[in-house]
């Protein structure tokens, strides 16, 4: 995600700085147009606006709330978070570290649709601190979905995913239900993505060729962010309801 995203900043006439950790990762920072760094503090410093793009909710913590990152950005400038992960991180890095505005921004979306500018960011924050890296935003999200305070953003995401792992869940028990009818999967999901079952997660699917491909390549993604999803929803003191036996359909194993 962050290549593509490098390219957009660049090409839009944005002052990029990334960290690079290896010497072939600098290199190819600077083949994008950026300018390399090394250090997490070196690439905050003096910026208006620093954007984290990782895998995992920890990772972000590790970064932001245990790391050098947010100290060296300075005051009145603002930390992008496009990861996926629990509401409470983004607000427990706003609570640490006052000198800097936090908005939340994870992407619906892959690399193509950086790569295109078109990228969803579902955005939590304030209304001063959205408008001010909304530059920033615009070089390679769009749309850009205004979900509320510090932290909404990440909720209104995690229901995304829920809903979507609960479709992946239902159109694999389509397949099953398809199966014992003597219906072979390809031709089946073919079919339905033309009928009135159409959806996104089903077009997915029936492109992927089956239910088992498709979870066997984004399986990965889905466990994570249903994990974040069950564990948000616990701390409020709820769960997934009736969605729960299709997302565990859903999930790798």
């Known amino acids: 995600m962050g290549r593509p995203m490098v390219r957009r900043l660049v090409d839009a006439g944005h002052d990029v700085r990334a960290v690079g950790r290896t010497e072939a990762r600098r290199a190819e920072v600077a083949s994008l ?24 909710d920890d990772q972000v913590r590790d970064v932001c709330l245990d790391g050098e990152l947010v100290a060296a950005m300075p005051s009145g400038s603002v930390l992008v978070l496009h990861t996926t992960g629990s509401p409470r991180t983004a607000q427990a890095i706003a609570q640490r570290f006052g000198h800097v505005d936090v908005v939340d921004a994870p992407v619906s979306g892959g690399p193509h649709d950086v790569a295109a500018g078109r990228v969803t960011v579902f955005v939590g924050g304030t209304d001063d601190a959205v408008a001010r890296v909304r530059p920033v935003l615009d070089a390679y999200a769009d749309p850009i979905l205004r979900a509320g305070a510090t932290g909404a953003g990440q909720l209104v995401k995690l229901v995304n995913n829920a809903m979507f792992a609960a479709q992946i869940g239902l159109v694999a028990e389509g397949a099953r239900l398809g199966a014992r009818l003597g219906i072979a999967e390809k031709p089946l999901l073919e079919a339905l993505v033309h009928g009135s079952a159409a959806s996104r ?53």
């Open 201 to 253: 997660a089903l077009g997915m699917v029936a492109g992927a060729g089956s239910a088992d491909a498709f979870l066997a390549a984004v399986g990965g993604f889905i466990g994570k962010d249903v994990a974040v999803v069950r564990a948000t929803a616990a701390e409020l003191g709820g769960d997934l309801g009736a969605l729960e036996p299709l997302v565990d359909v859903a999930l790798p194993g």
């Open 33 to 56: 147009g950026a300018r390399p760094v090394g250090a997490l503090a070196e690439a905050a410093r003096d910026a208006d606006a620093v954007v984290v793009c990782l895998f995992t």
